[in-house]
């Protein structure tokens, strides 16, 4: 009798290749560790280079699926994974997109704060001209108290930059945002803005924003929700893949568009704007990194696989 060999063929299903000891002359079933399918093999009985088969499944009559001795199929938890996983994107893309609205709802706010810095033979809080600008052409100028507190009311949210003229000090210009979904105290925004020394011929720019304008902000907003549903999309095809037992590619594509979208608010610089979104996201990408390691790790064993 001929010895079993180790044969390398593909599933009739879902088309994975997959590596299984069989012997000439005699079925040998096992299980597909891609679809859970259960494939016919029999070893060739020609040397090489015969030696691999495609598995033709009319060459054998319909048999039962294992019920013992075959591995447990990943198909269920990778399905739940991934459904989960968009599920979580699609409502995070209808957040941002709410968010993007409920920003550009018009408001104001009370600029108000202090300077502080020091500077040789000057005191802590000098007299200093202070320019306000904003959106839609808000312009206010004046000066800050001997405290060095100031406060400019009815400033419009969005953009705001305010310049510093103080005698001994550099030209110092502060770059800020307001919006009304970030988190910002009711009245006042409380700033303590710091003057460095230095000539009066220096000129400073402190950023405490990565957006220029309200409009910046939410493009922003606009672009996090265009990704979110790209990758929903994406994980839409990925689904069905699973569940047709078809194109492992796509599902493992799906899987990785899971990871890539939630990786969406710390490249936008939204994590500090969104927490809690933040959070969401991190749990659509850990049940996106789950489905994908359990599609390619049997996918990557199968086809390293050794042909004898």
Known sequence: MAAPSTVTARCPAC???????????????VRCPHCG???PIVAPRDPPPLFAWEVSPQLYPPIPSISEGGRRSVRPFVLGALVLATVITAALAGFTAAEASNALAPGHLDLAGVLVGESAGLPPHPFAHLIVSGENGYR????????????????PLGAVTLLVNATGYPNTSF??????????????????????????SNALTVLYTPWGSLEEFVA????????????????????????????????????????VAPATLPLLTLDTV???ALLVSSVAGALGAAAFVLLV??????ASAPEE
């Open 37 to 39: 399918g259960t494939v």
């Open 175 to 200: 770059e800020m945002f307001f919006s009304s979904i970030l988190s910002q105290p009711s009245r006042s925004t409380g700033l303590q803005l710091d003057l460095s020394s230095g000539g009066t």
């Open 297 to 302: 790790v049997p996918i990557a064993l199968t």
């Open 220 to 259: 922003t907003l606009l672009t996090a929700t265009v990704i979110f549903a790209v990758g929903v999309l994406v994980a839409c095809v990925g689904v069905w893949a699973v569940v047709r037992h078809r194109r492992p590619s796509f599902a493992v594509a799906g899987a990785a568009a899971m990871i």
């Open 15 to 29: 088309g994975g290749l997959l590596a299984a000891i069989g012997t000439p002359y005699a079925a040998t079933y």
């Open 140 to 155: 206010a100028a004046g000066t800050d108290a001997p405290d060095g507190s100031f406060d400019f009311p009815g400033v």
């Open 274 to 276: 969104l927490p809690d």
